[in-house]
C-alpha cells in the first residue's frame, strides 16, 4: 500500500510539473508575440512607408471635408486604398508636425505616399507630386459612333462630282 502511494505521488508530481512547464512555455509564447506585435507598431511608427512600393502605388482624388476629424480621415484613407492601417496612420499623425491642420479640398494622394507625405499635402503646406486622377469617361461618348454609320448612308446617294445633278451616285458610274 505504502509502495501505490509512493507511486501516486510520483505521477501527481510529475503532473504538476509538466503543467506548470506548459503555463511557463505558454507565457513566453505570449510574452513573445506581444513583443513582435509592439515591435512591428514600432517599425511601422518610425519607418514612413507608404503602402505600395514606389513606381507601383494608385493614385486618388481624395476629399477631405471642412471638420473632419483624424479617426474618420483615416478611416477613408484606409478604405480609399491609400493607406495600409488607419490605427498606424492616427498613431503616425499625433506625432507629426500637422496633426489636426487639415485644410478641405480634393488631393492627389498615392497609396506610395508616407504619412507625413499625405499630412503636408492634406494641409495644404506642399503641393502633391501626383496628377489628379482623370475620371472614366462618360458613356455618352458611345452614341455618336452609333450615329457614324447613319452619317455614311447619305454619302451614298450623294452625286458624284462631276456630274450634272444627281443622276448618278456612287457605285453606279462607269464601267470599266
Do not use: C, N, W
Amino acid at each position: 500500500m505504502r509502495k501505490m502511494r509512493t507511486t501516486i505521488g510520483v505521477v501527481i508530481d510529475t503532473l504538476g510539473s509538466i503543467i506548470i512547464y506548459a503555463v511557463i512555455a505558454a507565457a513566453i509564447l505570449f510574452m513573445a508575440g506581444q513583443a513582435k506585435h509592439y515591435y512591428d507598431v514600432g517599425y511601422g511608427v518610425f519607418s514612413q512607408q507608404g503602402k505600395d512600393a514606389r513606381g507601383t502605388g494608385k493614385v486618388v482624388a481624395f476629399t477631405v471635408e471642412e471638420g473632419v476629424k483624424a479617426p474618420k480621415l483615416a478611416e477613408q484613407l484606409e478604405e480609399q486604398g491609400i493607406i495600409e492601417s488607419a490605427r498606424l496612420f492616427l498613431i503616425q499623425e499625433r506625432v507629426s508636425d500637422y496633426a489636426g491642420m487639415y485644410v478641405a479640398g480634393t488631393y492627389a494622394l498615392s497609396s506610395e505616399m508616407t504619412t507625413e507625405e499625405i499630412m503636408r499635402v492634406i494641409s495644404a503646406k506642399e503641393a502633391s507630386p501626383y496628377e489628379m486622377p482623370v475620371e472614366e469617361a462618360a458613356p455618352a461618348a458611345e452614341p455618336a459612333a452609333e450615329e457614324a454609320p447613319a452619317a455614311e448612308a447619305p454619302a451614298e446617294e450623294q452625286p458624284i462630282e462631276g456630274t450634272d445633278g444627281g443622276e448618278e451616285t456612287e457605285g453606279e458610274g462607269e464601267e470599266g
